[in-house]
């Protein structure tokens, strides 16, 4: 939908405000309340997204990118939130496992991808709203 160069470089423009907007929605809130609300926007969008109906490009394209907001301002989040969840001892540890199971899923993206567009939202969807759930069962770190 538009011009790709176009909607690459939006993609990679709406990073700017998620890492401007996100330490201050964590001063703000905290880091788990922080983490579980942008899963939360990130999976209601991409639930959304396959039911745009196909001749409202801009608003298709405008909800993308909330949707990559929310996904750049969660993966920012979770870098912080982690590194303060775990016991220094083995902070490293934990967190470089968190990296590695996340390239695993880097990985399934080109399979998911040629599914339907209906499944390949679903699915993101669904990881998002089960990763929102999850982090319900964690602790606040202190910031």
Do not use: Q
Request: proline letters at 7%; aromatic letters at 10%.
């Amino acid at each position: 939908m538009g011009d790709p160069h176009w909607n690459y470089t939006a993609s990679g423009l709406v990073e700017i405000p998620a890492s401007i907007f996100l330490p201050l929605l964590m001063d703000l809130i905290g880091r788990r309340p922080s983490v579980i609300l942008t899963h939360a926007l990130t999976g209601t969008i991409l639930a959304i997204l396959p039911f745009i109906p196909a001749n409202h490009d801009h608003m298709y394209l405008s909800l993308w990118m909330i949707s990559k907001f929310g996904v750049s301002a969660s993966f920012f989040a979770l870098y912080i939130y982690a590194a303060e969840l775990f016991p220094v001892e083995h902070r490293s540890l934990c967190v470089g496992t968190c990296c590695a199971l996340g390239n695993i899923g880097a990985l399934l993206v080109p399979f998911i991808a040629k599914m339907s567009p209906l499944m390949t939202f679903s699915i993101y969807a669904c990881v998002s709203l089960v990763s929102c759930l999850l982090t319900l069962l964690l602790p606040e770190t202190s910031h």
